[in-house]
């Protein structure tokens, strides 16, 4: 700055170096630039930094991603829904920020939702008045645009989430079984340090506590789907990656206001707001898998279009409400003809009944077998108050 000649001290003639006075082009030589920044403050400070020019961002082929250190953003797999972080210090400045945002998308080719994400997220401050749109690749460029251009009028829209409308605390809900897919985990365990440590000791605490026949991860990163699938084996890998999950965005500073879950979830839910240690929650989950997979097969479990009300009266001995899902969504799990029973019930009214692709008929009266045997697990067990809401 304020340069308009180069010192006199110093013999430019000798060498290939020379002080630049405009922006000039730095050509590539086959090895790494590297910069060097000097500060010098007006009260003496002398700082001096070298800035070397890093890898260059590799695309990755698929299945490639956990065998590559990250330098950039990239993965296999592109996620198909992806969140834009916007905030500003007063509602009209955020209003402003969206719509600055949707004018510069309306003027350009459709750049990729994932690196204005990213920029959105790691380059800007964030300020108390927050909103997220949530872009759909699969959907029309447009869909984006309309969307901010929602949150820039304070309209709202399915693909907007802001402090403006959002009320209520936050939780996080831990899934049952039908959540499982080979090689879940695999790509979050190659990008994130804290999500790979987390899986290991969960899996290592479960390995020693299932039986054994084969390694959680290997099962879970195979390629034997009905392995997978099968309760022994799906109960404790989707615990294993729900913890992991939850210790990943907990590095991240989200501290949900209550958990909650369902069937394995309810024990996933459990741990992490500290009632049960990650051993004796393991040893739990072990215990599960493994006796309802060695009950007996059959029964059925069938979603009925219900309220809960509507289907209590028709419960016997041998069928039970599996799970409320919704205010007219009702699973009913046990026996299959007595099950069949109750749904044919609701369906001569009109009702929609689905029949769910299950090996046993999960809480319901053909579980009990197992209880005793999970009794004696659960007993010898510590429990203690959960730091969290359940």
Known sequence: LHVDAPSSHVDWSVGAVELLTEQTAWPETGRARRAG??????????????????????????????????????SSAEPSLVPW?????????????????????????????????????????????????????????????????????????????SDAVSTGGSAVLFTGQGAQRLGMGRELYGRFPVFAEALDVVVDHLDAALPAQAGLREVMWGDDVELLDETGWTQPALFAVEVALFRLVESWGVRPDFVAGHSIGEIAAAHVAGVLTLEDA?????????LMQALPTGGAMIAVQATEDEVTPHLTDEVAIAAVNGPTSVVIS????????????????????????????????????????????????????????V
């Open 282 to 290: 393991c040893r739990l989950v072990a215990a599960r898998a493994t």
């Open 85 to 161: 972080a916007l905030s500003g210090k007063s509602p009209e400045a955020l209003r402003a920020q969206a719509a600055r945002l949707r004018d510069f998308l309306a003027e350009r080719p459709e750049p990729r939702s994932i690196d204005i994400g990213h920029s959105l997220a790691v380059t800007r401050s964030q300020f108390d008045h927050r909103a997220i749109v949530l872009v759909d690749d699969a959907k029309a460029p447009a869909d984006s645009l309309a969307a901010l251009a929602a949150l820039a009028s304070g309209a709202a829209d399915p693909a907007v989430v």
């Open 37 to 74: 920044i000097s500060s010098f403050g007006i009260s003496g400070t002398n700082a001096h930094v070298i800035l070397e020019q890093p890898e260059a961002v590799q695309r990755l082929a698929p299945g490639a991603a956990e065998t590559v250190e990250p330098v950039a953003i990239k």
């Open 334 to 389: 046990g026996a299959e003809e007595a099950t069949q029973t109750v749904a044919q019930h609701f369906a001569d009214q009109g009702r929609r009944t689905t029949a769910l692709r299950v090996s046993h008929a999960f809480h319901s009266p053909l579980m009990d077998p197992m209880l005793a045997e999970f009794r004696v697990v659960a007993e010898g067990l510590s429990y203690a108050a959960p730091s969290l809401p």
